[in-house]
């Protein structure tokens, strides 16, 4: 079974650090069930590839076991198909940059670098769409191979192996537990007892991907052999991980309570948002919206109070969020036509998803910020490529006006669980790059709470009231509001 990866970074032969394997070398290694062998089929300041061939001894196998053996242990293909055998020689011999360790370049292991990986033979009895949902949903583009079970007689189908190339921009860490993970996925015969100590290696590669991943239940159900009590375990476990996915920043997003005078509340940063949001989804003229990211429902509820929206679709990573979403929507007291124009549904943003096309608008609030920048192109595909809606709605927090908040130290992020923060610049960056790309106009805009003493009343709309609060406050003008937002429409 063989492994190759690659890489253009330059000078591309830093991969040799983050491998600790000298490319001038070849190297061999002892495994309880065969030979690794590391070599560089190429090794140039431009490009690099190492490799990992596994030598699987099958008579190694067999000897010590019963006398009885059956004839499967002989005519197998675990000397040839990529299977947990492979997993485990990457533990083995990549471990260091398995768990991010680099001595002699240790700014290497977060450098998000241009990386190929290619595996030969991988079973997939499933097809190419399981690959494609455990793959892409994690920031790889996908070229899958597949091969007839003989050339000769094509009508007897195909083989259930496969030759797939993974290409990302991510650090090599994530790769490679990526691998570590998903290939004994794949890996129906796994060679290995399955015990608890597999439910803390599975946890321990799978984290900061692992809770969000739309596939996470099938990948704990075969990476752990249908056993019930660990899988139990597992998903048990992962729990407080995907209630940190449905949370938003704590400090902004609490509801403010009703003054003790019966005076209006203020409003907090987080109902700016959302009635500024409405207030354009209600502007473009939809009649059908996508709350991606819908956490608890809050959105979700003021469309429901607005009938112009007739078709609306709230969808989230998490179940809890979802549970609470119909909590706070009163789900089963709804009418039966008011349940006709709503639907919450358990999903991804970085997978496509058919049940997201057709819709006029979508808005995306305070969530691009959890996810992981690699994956942000899959993101913006599953958006404006396939769902396509014409307008789309994106808020997320600006990073420059942080300064601002006396709780959080100097380089600290708002909340634990965002994976990054933007400034002005770098979202206008993004958001042009994307329009431009897509087919969509955008207008980029900021967002800041009123003035303490303020509320929103009738005579002032919400974006009267925003820009009054800006020219009314210093820290707007010298570090931004606190929230930016993009208004993206489509071309034509």
Known sequence: MLLTITTTYQPATDLGYLLHKNPARVQLFSLPFGQAHIFYPEASQERCTAALLVDVDTIRLVRGRDKAVALKHYVNDRAYATSSFLSVAIASVFGSALNGHCTQRPELVTQQLPLQARLIALPCALGEGLLRRLFEPLGYAL???SYPLDEQHVEWGM???????????CCLSELLSHLYVLIPVLDNDKHYWIGADEVDKLLRH????????????????????????????ALTRLVPEEEKEAQSDVEEEKEDGTAEDGQVKTMSLHDVRLQT???????????SVLDLGCGEGKLLKLLLQDKTFERILGLDISYQALEKARRRLHFGKLSMQQKKRLALVH???TYRDKRLEGFDAAAVVEVIEHLDQARLAAFERVLFEFAHPATVIITTPNAEYNTNIATLAPGQLRHKDHRFEWTRQEFERWATRVAERYGYN????????????????????PAESIETAEEQSPEVVSSGAPTQMGVFT???
């Open 347 to 349: 999903g991804a943003l």
């Open 490 to 492: 489509r071309k034509g």
């Open 442 to 461: 955008v207008q980029i805009s900021l967002l800041a709470r009123p003035a303490a003493q303020g509320a929103w009343t009738s005579s002032a709309s």
């Open 159 to 169: 083989s259930p192996y496969y030759t797939l190339t993974l290409s990302a921009t």
């Open 206 to 233: 799978g984290k900061g991907w692992l809770e969000t991943h739309p596939e996470r239940r099938q990948i704990v159900w075969r990476y752990l052999r249908r056993r019930h009590d660990l899988i139990r375990d």
């Open 277 to 287: 949001v409405l207030a354009m989804l209600q502007s473009c003229g939809a009649h």
């Open 143 to 145: 070229e899958v191979q």
